[in-house]
């Protein structure tokens, strides 16, 4: 009934970028509110999940696209570089997040916390936003991982495993 995208790497790498920057928006409101503070524990905490898969699909994908052309190495690597950065800072940001919300009864303690925590996930929307860019440039203007059919007509473009 569905296929498997291939690559999946393309398919999984949105969620964690998604993922940061709404962990980063409910960060500030977790400074204010309770609930806020457990929605955003979660949302970290799915968000440096999502960002260690993203980050070995890629590996797998990376390492597909140099054995068909090593000249694409420097691209992947400054791409590889944004996502190992961004799934460190977002597992911190979950940590400071975890830690913020454990802070009930201590309102200043807590506060503090979270205030960390907006600060940490603001680093990582920022790790993620450059792995996008990284991304995309790889794909758009560099064409990686981008299968052209020769012969044909008019190019149309596939994603390449």
Known sequence: ??????????????????????????????????????????VLILAAGSAQYAVQTGAEAGEEVLQKDPGFRSFIEEHSLWGDRMRIVAAAAAVFALIGSSFQRSAGVRRILLLLTTVVASASSYCALKA???????????????????????PSPTAAP
């Not at 291939?6 to 409101?29: E, K, N, Q």
């Not at 758009?140 to 012969?151: D, E, F, K, L």
């Open 132 to 154: 996008a860019e990284s991304g995309g440039k790889m794909v758009y203007q560099h064409a990686v991982g981008i299968n052209v059919p020769s012969g044909s007509g008019s």
């Open 1 to 42: 009934m569905f296929e498997t995208p291939d690559p999946f790497h393309p398919a999984v790498a949105y969620f964690p970028i998604v993922l940061i920057l709404l962990g980063t928006l409910t960060s500030l409101l977790a400074i204010f509110t309770r609930k806020a503070a457990l929605f955003t524990l979660f």
